[in-house]
Nanobody, 118 residues
């Protein structure tokens, strides 16, 4: 079971930026995809951004043009660069793994809190 440790969250004003990191305890190069999800109070967890081992990325419509996902397989780390943050981006952000094409995201970190003040 891989250990995923997220970091980089915090309190930021509207329009500010943060970079989240997700460090994995093992080689992520073979994983089909890595992703960032978020969960706001009273809401379901939702996909924010994903990136395949080939480098293809997908984004939720609400973050397109503002967030960028990247991965450094040599460091076993996935990043989420967040810019022009809005109060509605406030949530706990989780890193997850999709080990094969046929599996769901089923390994998660403990999450990191992002709070955007208006």
């Amino acid at each position: 079971q891989v250990q995923l440790v997220e970091s980089g969250g915090g309190l930021v004003q509207t329009g500010g930026s943060l970079r989240l990191s997700c460090a994995a305890s093992e080689n992520i190069g073979s994983y089909f995809a890595m992703g960032w999800y978020r969960q706001a109070p009273g809401k379901q967890r939702e996909m924010v951004a994903t990136i395949t081992k080939g480098g293809s990325s997908t984004y939720a419509d609400s973050v397109k043009g503002r967030f960028t996902i990247s991965r450094d397989n040599a460091k076993n780390t996935v990043y989420l660069q967040m810019s022009n943050l809005k109060p509605e981006d406030t949530a706990v952000y989780y890193c997850g793994t999709k080990r094969t094409m046929f599996r769901n995201y089923d390994q998660w970190g403990q999450g990191t809190q992002v709070t955007v003040s208006s």
